[in-house]
């Protein structure tokens, strides 16, 4: 039985459309979620794998080595001091630098880089891992309505002579913007009591 013509044509119309929207809509959406994903994940490592972090900001330069014992503090300090650190304070970090999305990647010319305060930085944190990679993270200024901070993750220029510019939490701020001593193992008060180098004083009753 022969069609008509325009049945065919509204058929070959339908085939068509099917297979745009599958492609596009259905197979297409699965390859967008996957660089999405790509784009807004800041590093690819786990935690376990970081060796030592060096936090420079305009105040200080911190250099943290993973203990080489299991037992707490997991992290040291290394340098300006030495001594234990303040593994919630590092953890904090750290789970930013593993979990950290980016909400969007901006292309742009690497001569702009003073427009996001990435050329005198407030922060750059280097990462080493135990196989001796080695990843950096940079922190600028918050962007207009200070939601987010501009940030540059191992930069680098690329062909076409432009920089990525990430888009990251301002927790990334909070985490890194800290003074020495909180940086530093808490003391833990109640070691000290057997060691009082004064006796407490008697009671006297009120006489």
């Known amino acids: 039985?022969?069609?008509?013509?325009?049945?065919?044509?509204?058929?070959?119309?339908?085939?068509g459309l099917g297979g745009f929207v599958y492609f596009y809509e259905i197979r297409g959406a699965t390859v967008r979620e996957e660089t999405k994903e790509q784009k807004q994940k800041i590093f690819s490592f786990a935690e376990d794998d970081v060796?030592?972090?060096?936090?420079?900001?305009?105040?200080l330069t911190l250099n943290?080595?993973?203990?080489?014992?299991?037992s707490n503090p997991k992290w040291l300090i290394?340098?300006?001091?030495?001594?234990?650190?303040?593994?919630?304070?590092?953890s904090y970090l750290m789970d930013l630098l593993v979990k950290g999305n980016s909400d969007?990647?901006?292309?742009?010319?690497?001569?702009?880089l003073g427009e996001f305060a990435l050329d005198q930085p407030q922060a750059t944190i280097n990462i080493t891992l135990k196989n001796r990679q080695s990843y950096q993270l940079i922190l600028g200024k918050s962007n207009f309505n200070g939601s987010f901070l501009y940030a540059q993750?191992?930069?680098?220029?690329?062909?076409?002579?432009?920089?990525?510019v990430l888009l990251v939490s301002t927790d990334f701020a909070n985490a890194v913007n800290r003074e020495l001593s909180e940086w530093k193992q808490p003391?833990?008060?109640?070691q000290k009591l057997p060691g009082l180098s004064t006796p407490l004083p008697t009671p006297t009753n009120g006489k």
Request: aromatic share 0%.
């Open 78 to 90: 290394k340098s300006p001091i030495s001594g234990p650190a303040n593994d919630a304070i590092v």
């Open 153 to 164: 993750a191992d930069p680098a220029t690329k062909p076409d002579g432009n920089i990525n």
């Open 104 to 112: 969007r990647t901006l292309s742009t010319p690497a001569k702009e």
């Open 1 to 15: 039985m022969k069609l008509p013509r325009t049945t065919l044509i509204l058929i070959l119309l339908a085939l």
């Open 187 to 190: 003391v833990d008060n109640s």
């Open 64 to 70: 943290l080595e993973r203990s080489p014992e299991s």
């Open 51 to 59: 060796q030592s972090l060096t936090v420079k900001t305009k105040k």
